[in-house]
Nanobody, 119 residues
Framework: QVHLVESGGGLVQAGGSLRLSCAASGSFSRLGPMAWYRQAPGKQRELVASITTVRYANYADSVKGRVTISRDSAKNTVDLQMNSLKPEDTAIYYC?????????????WGQGTQVTVSS
């Protein structure tokens, strides 16, 4: 199993920055791609950014140029640096990974961390 724990959310003014962190722990064999998703009230969960094991990153158009995803394979962590935050970035942010456990690759989610951007 994989346990994902997010940290770093909070309240920030528009134009400010936040850094989200996520640490994976558990009895997995390998970690695959990792990602951050978000879900705003009344909206579907959407991908913010993802990063492969060779650090190829992909970003949603709405955050390109403002967000950077990074991972530390030795520590099993993935971070999301968010700059120039906008009120529309307000959402619960979820860490996601695909990991190999018991010879199967499965999808895992964290509990989420609230990001609130005030105007």
């Amino acid at each position: 199993q994989v346990h994902l724990v997010e940290s770093g959310g909070g309240l920030v003014q528009a134009g400010g920055s936040l850094r989200l962190s996520c640490a994976a722990s558990g009895s997995f064999s390998r970690l695959g791609p990792m990602a951050w998703y978000r879900q705003a009230p009344g909206k579907q969960r959407e991908l913010v950014a993802s990063i492969t094991t060779v650090r190829y990153a992909n970003y949603a158009d709405s955050v390109k140029g403002r967000v950077t995803i990074s991972r530390d394979s030795a520590k099993n962590t993935v971070d999301l640096q968010m700059n120039s935050l906008k009120p529309e970035d307000t959402a619960i942010y979820y860490c996601n990974c695909i990991a190999e456990y018991d010879a199967n690759w499965r999808d895992y989610w964290g509990q989420g961390t609230q990001v609130t951007v005030s105007s």
